[in-house]
């Protein structure tokens, strides 16, 4: 079945570092990738997405490319801030049913 | 103020007593979903709604029941609580299946 796989947290970082959180999945056909952020006490909020190969979604800085030829979809960032400590999530639609799958988030943490 | 409201905000539950999460949006959505979040396991599918009359099953339905009466609210009961359902409970809407979802603030559910 479909699947999406992220790296483990938690990821400590420094401000202004460069951040990358990889996320693989598993599925038939070609479902679109989001990545969700949670930020403390709140509930998840789309941060960005891609529907198909190639394409690159972007937001406040961060940035993740579709590649079906490795069924990835890391997130990056150039240079974290504090205000960007959060979990992560990245997320597969199931085109069969429409439902999302996800990974078990990715916790990061940016020191001063 | 658009968006997804849940209530109630926490609730500490005597197992064995029956429950009703509460889930309104006033974005006209036709999709909504139930997700529960446990730490190390992302959030699940509990049961969704594509269009307002009808309701299917997701990855972990037992234990719980959804209604779809209208197209704004879509209620959550644990007929009979256990504590294995002591999670973090979060409703999601979409415009259609598939698409990115909005979640709400969620519930934090305790049973003793």
């Known amino acids: 079945g479909n699947s999406v796989t992220q790296m483990e947290g938690p990821v400590t970082l420094s401000e202004e570092a460069f951040l990358t959180i990889n996320c693989t999945y598993t599925?038939?056909?070609?479902?679109?990738l989001f990545w969700y952020v949670q930020y403390p006490g709140e509930g998840l909020q789309l941060l960005l997405k891609?529907?198909?190969?190639?394409d690159k979604g972007s937001n406040k800085g961060f940035e993740a490319t579709y590649r079906k030829e490795t069924t990835s979809f890391h997130l990056e960032k150039g240079s974290v801030q504090v205000s960007d400590s959060a979990v992560y999530f990245c997320?597969?639609?199931?085109?069969?049913?429409?439902?999302?799958?996800f990974g078990q988030g990715t916790e990061l943490s940016v020191k001063p | 103020i658009a968006g997804i409201t849940q209530a109630p905000t926490s609730q500490i539950l005597a197992a064995g007593r029956r429950m009703t999460l509460r889930c309104t949006q006033d974005m006209r959505h036709n999709a909504m979903y139930w997700y529960r979040q446990d730490l190390g396991l992302g959030l699940r599918l509990i049961h969704y709604s594509n269009t307002a009359g009808t309701t299917g099953k997701g990855e972990v339905p037992d234990g719980y029941s959804v209604s779809r009466a209208n197209t704004d609210d879509f209620p959550l009961t644990l007929a009979s609580a256990v504590p294995s359902q002591t999670s973090v409970y979060f409703c999601?809407?979409?415009?259609?299946?598939?698409?990115?979802?909005?979640f709400g603030p969620g519930t934090r559910l305790t049973v003793l």
């Open positions: 599925a038939t056909g070609y479902p679109s």
């Open positions: 997320a597969l639609s199931d085109n069969q049913g429409g439902k999302l799958i």
């Open positions: 891609a529907t198909k190969a190639d």
């Open positions: 999601a809407s979409s415009v259609q299946r598939g698409q990115e979802q909005f």
